[in-house]
């Protein structure tokens, strides 16, 4: 598939969104620290009460004309930002660079230190390292990683 940068939005979630992103969260969780099932109940809980009342935290959504095809979430510390939840959740996109697109926007936009815990299941991992990241401590359960050189 051949995408067109013009054709890509990138914008914050709103509540339009949260349902495809509790269903991403369901289907792909054993990839994720939080492994419980969501319902559609807790999920509209976190938004109102969690999500956007927090000051530290941005979840991106990324859209292929107007499809939305995936999510990467930014928590913001002190002196770094942390990369979370992120999911390609429309499958149609798998490959197409679109989620190393919007990982290389949020790295540019806040231009800090990233870091990323990822389950040491996660195959994601490849693709971290992919982008630019390498492994800073490993335990049983996961690796952090830092972004050392912008991602591709």
């Not at 067109?4 to 969260?25: A, F, M, P």
């Not at 792909?28 to 530290?56: A, C, M, P, R, V």
């Not at 990324?62 to 770094?80: A, N």
């Not at 979370?84 to 790295?107: A, P, Q, R, T």
């Amino acid at each position: 598939m051949k995408i067109h940068k013009k054709k890509i939005s990138i914008k914050g979630i709103s509540l339009v969104d949260i349902e495809h992103l509790r269903i991403w969260k369901n289907r792909y969780k054993e990839y994720f620290f939080h492994k419980e099932h969501i319902s559609h109940e807790e999920q509209l809980y976190w938004f109102n009460n969690t999500y956007l009342k927090s000051k530290d935290t941005i979840i991106y959504k990324i859209s292929y004309e107007e499809e939305l095809v995936g999510c990467m979430g930014v928590y913001f510390r002190k002196d770094y930002i942390e990369i979370y939840n992120v999911i390609l959740g429309n499958d149609k996109f798998k490959s197409s660079g679109l989620m190393s697109f919007l990982l290389e926007y949020i790295c540019k936009k806040y231009d800090f230190n990233v870091f990323v815990k990822v389950l040491n299941i996660n195959p994601a991992l490849g693709w971290y390292r992919k982008n630019g990241f390498h492994d800073l401590e490993k335990n049983n359960e996961y690796t952090t990683l830092k972004l050392e050189i912008p991602p591709v």
